[in-house]
């Protein structure tokens, strides 16, 4: 069963970056389209980033131009670079696949955006 595991939160100030990974157990990883989805306090999930097998990406138009997603196959690694970040950015994240996921949720990193 894939596991999947993220890290590379924080606290930031605005205007800041942030690189959070996705580390995936199982070598089925690089099957799968993978994405980036955030939860902020009393909101649903929402995907924010996408990048499918051959690495054609997508955004929501709420991170569109700060956030950039890459995945790394024989590592299976996915990223999300996050500049210009804005308190409104302020959520944990998470990685999956696309919808309807197919693994179980991970812990999730939590980025909290403040001055």
């Known amino acids: 069963q894939v596991q999947l595991v993220e890290s590379g939160g924080g606290l930031v100030q605005p205007g800041g970056s942030l690189r959070l990974s996705c580390a995936a157990s199982?070598?089925?990883?690089?099957?799968?389209?993978m994405g980036w989805y955030r939860q902020a306090p009393g909101k649903q999930r929402e995907l924010v980033a996408a990048?499918?097998?051959?690495?054609?990406?997508n955004y929501a138009d709420s991170v569109k131009g700060r956030f950039t997603i890459a995945r790394d196959n024989a590592k299976d690694t996915v990223y999300l670079q996050m500049n210009n970040l804005k308190p409104e950015d302020t959520a944990v994240y998470y990685c999956?696949?696309?919808?309807?996921?197919?693994?179980?949720w991970g812990q999730g990193t939590q980025v909290t955006v403040s001055s």
């Open positions: 999956n696949s696309l919808p309807p996921v197919s693994f179980t």
């Open positions: 990048i499918t097998t051959s690495g054609s990406r």
């Open positions: 199982g070598s089925i990883f690089s099957r799968y389209a």
